[in-house]
């Protein structure tokens, strides 16, 4: 793990640094090292059209100086001296805060590496391997329907990456985890019309990921979205695919950030023991769930990550910590501190969030929940999720799917519309699918949701 000839940046380049800072006095001081190998493939017409290779290595130091934050990060180790330095000088220009400080270390170290998250066959992986599957993935979309006549876009990722924590209160924390992911866009013609579908699959284990499977659900989504039609307004049952319910998570998500609590930013705010949802959900965030994308031994600042039921049977339990906002709330810690690499302070963010239902007897297969819905929509993509607003929960999006009549899967429809807001949606609940998926660190079932107006 070298950079430009110089010292490695590791562990010994962490406490190295670490202590410079101590001597230039700083009265605590913490070591955040990130290093990552990455093999990107992209494909077009079974060619590769994109073959990116990299290695990336940085670090950065926070310290606290009479009670001032002081911060500065570098991808040179030739430039420890004046990093440590910078970071105390900046310490200069903020104010004093009395919740400033780094977490003590916890009592119990983790294991330098999680059999959850490391997978050997990727670090392992030829590149001709890499590029056999990402053709793959392109090819099964072929092979799967003749009316699919293009692919947008197709590819195949596999990383890997090493991550250090320490700092002057005994946190001393190392893990290698790995990463891949397949993904495809696929347009279906049929005359004059044109459909696109998308897929995506991503693990920590590379045999986890079947690159075939990616393409022909990406080819299976376009195609049967041939055809569709407008409808007219009313108010149904929608059913909201498991990528569905993940996009509508996922704004969800940021309520839970006591960051967002504390900035009266969050639609959750002041509801702690309060029916948000239907009592028939839980969500949950969970830091050690085995081959998951988000899952990792402990969090950005040296934290454990831990199990957390953040709303049991639809009732709000809390939120998500790092050790600013738990000291402000004068709780502990959840293990949610969250970087976006080294160049960023830690903020609050979750590690694997999902929902799920709060009990077996309102879960059902894909196939049941259609049949339960006299009248409704199939919804299977969502258009403009990203114009919803995460503090009030607003939200207005277009939707592509299935009409549904007489428990039977009708015609697909295009150009439809839902709005409402995001904890009302979730409240109306019926039942929960058995088909929890994540996509990336969210994951969700397909739910049954119960009178909702549906516009042309």
Not at 10 to 15: G, L, N, S, Y
Not at 67 to 89: M, N, T, W
Not at 270 to 289: A, C, F, H, Q, Y
Not at 298 to 321: H, N, Q, S
Request: hydrophobic share 35%.
């Amino acid at each position: 793990m070298k950079n430009k000839g110089e010292l490695p940046i590791d562990r010994e380049f962490a406490a190295k640094l670490l202590e410079i800072a101590l001597k230039k006095g700083a009265d605590e001081a913490e070591v955040y090292v990130k290093t990552s190998k990455s093999l990107i493939v992209e494909v077009r017409e079974q060619k590769v059209d994109t073959l990116e290779s990299s290695f990336t290595a940085g670090y950065c130091i926070r310290v606290i100086k009479d009670k001032r934050l002081g911060f500065s990060y570098s991808a040179d180790p030739a430039e420890i001296g004046d990093v440590a330095g910078k970071a105390l000088s900046s310490s200069e220009y903020t104010e004093p805060d009395d919740y400033a400080g780094l977490p003590q270390r916890p009592g119990a170290s983790p294991k330098s590496v999680s059999p959850g998250i490391f997978d050997a066959d990727i670090v392992s992986l030829p590149e001709d391997t890499a590029i056999e599957n990402a053709l793959l993935i392109e090819k099964s979309a072929f092979d799967e329907d003749s009316r699919i006549k293009r692919i947008r876009k197709a590819s195949g990722s596999f990383g890997i990456s090493n991550t250090y924590i320490l700092n002057s209160k005994g946190i001393d924390s190392h893990y290698s985890s790995t990463g891949c992911s397949a993904s495809i866009t696929v347009i279906a013609e049929q005359g004059s019309e044109s459909q696109m579908g998308w897929e995506y699959e991503g693990s920590r284990f590379l045999r986890d990921i079947s690159f075939e499977q990616v393409g022909r659900s990406a080819a299976r989504r376009a195609v049967q979205l041939l055809g569709a039609r407008k409808i007219p307004p009313s108010k149904a049952f929608i059913l909201l695919d498991n990528s569905v319910t993940v996009d509508f998570l996922g704004i969800l998500a940021s309520a839970f950030s006591s960051e967002s609590v504390q900035k009266k930013k969050s639609m959750l705010a002041g509801k702690t023991g309060e029916l948000v949802v239907s009592p028939r959900l839980n969500v949950i965030d969970s830091g050690l769930l085995d081959r998951r994308l988000g899952s990792k031994p402990v969090d950005d600042e040296g934290i454990p990550t831990t199990d957390k039921v953040l709303i049991k049977k639809g009732v709000l339990e809390g939120f998500l910590y790092n050790t600013y906002t738990a000291r402000k709330d004068k709780v502990k810690s959840t293990g949610n501190a969250m970087r976006g690499g080294p160049a960023g302070l830690p903020m609050v963010g979750p590690t694997n969030l999902y929902l799920e239902p709060s009990s077996g007897e309102y879960t059902t297969g894909i196939k049941e929940l259609v049949k339960t819905m006299d009248k409704g929509l199939y919804v299977l993509e969502t258009m403009g999720m990203h114009t919803a607003n995460p503090i009030s929960g607003e939200f207005s999006v277009g939707v592509s799917g299935l009409w549904i009549e007489g428990g039977e899967i009708r015609r697909p429809v295009k150009e439809a519309a839902v709005s409402g807001n995001i904890l009302a949606l979730f409240r109306s609940a019926l039942m929960i699918g058995d088909d929890l998926r994540f996509y990336g660190n969210i994951g969700a079932p397909s739910v049954l949701i119960e009178g909702i107006d549906i516009s042309g």
